[in-house]
T-cell receptor, first 113, second 113 residues
Framework: QKEVEQNSGPLSVPEGAIASLNCTYS??????FFWYRQYSGKSPELIMS????GDKEDGRFTAQLNKASQYVSLLIRDSQPSDSATYLC?????????????FGKGTRLHILP | DARVTQTPRHKVTEMGQEVTMRCQPI?????VFWYRQTMMQGLELLAY????????DSGMPKDRFSAEMPDATLATLKIQPSEPRDSAVYFC???????????FGSGTRLTVV
């Protein structure tokens, strides 16, 4: 069973601090990785994608990928109350029959004003 | 803004009734996913299509669920007969595949009583 694991949280971070969200995956053949943000009662929204080892930065967000350790993380700098949401890690299991995107259960992030 | 359109937004039905959910993917997107989200299980992959061809529906209960894509502008998910345990939010997502992420629709909140 191919899995994506995340700590469910809640993760509480003071406003202005760095929030660090982690994700591990079981399938070594996974090719690309995504972070989605989901506000309560809303649909998931793509915020970052990464497919090469190392860091990828986009504004206040940095995604980090380590394929050897099967580990993906998301850093949010200068956290704002509007960042309070559930963050979903998604993995593309590139199999014989093309993409298959599976999700972790998400980490609830709470930014403390 | 291009968006994925799902109908209906909410559906309450009695156990045993047929339910059909519809999804209009973003024009030009060639990959469509159906997910189900519950508090306990998170986002579960039900089925997905590439260029309207079904690639994987192993996540669906085959005896009661069916997914089709009659044309490039419409994907459907049908449950017959519905059961209370089918109560969830059903999301459709579309995209180009590969290392690109996917855009989610607003979801259909299904309640089976």
């Amino acid at each position: 069973q191919k899995e994506v694991e995340q700590n469910s949280g809640p993760l509480s971070v003071p406003e202005g601090a760095i929030a660090s969200l982690n994700c591990t995956y079981s399938d070594r053949g996974s090719q690309s990785f995504f972070w989605y943000r989901q506000y309560s009662g809303k649909s998931p929204e793509l915020i970052m994608s990464i497919y090469s080892n190392g860091d990828k930065e986009d504004g206040r967000f940095t995604a980090q990928l380590n394929k050897a350790s099967q580990y993906v993380s998301l850093l949010i700098r200068d956290s704002q109350p509007s960042d309070s949401a559930t963050y979903l890690c998604a993995v593309n299991l590139r199999g014989n029959r093309d993409d298959k995107i599976i999700f972790g259960k998400g980490t609830r992030l709470h930014i403390l004003p | 803004d291009a968006r994925v359109t799902q109908t209906p937004r909410h559906k309450v039905t009695e156990m045993g009734q047929e339910v059909t959910m519809r999804c209009q993917p973003i024009l030009g997107h060639n990959t469509v996913f159906w997910y189900r989200q519950t508090m306990m299980q998170g986002l579960e992959l039900l089925a997905y299509f590439r260029n309207r061809a079904p690639l994987d529906d192993s996540g669906m209960p085959k005896d009661r669920f069916s997914a089709e894509m009659p044309d490039a502008t419409l994907a459907t998910l049908k449950i017959q007969p519905s059961e209370p345990r089918d109560s969830a939010v059903y999301f459709c997502a579309s995209g180009f595949g590969g290392n690109y992420g996917y855009t989610f629709g607003s979801g259909t909140r299904l309640t089976v009583v």
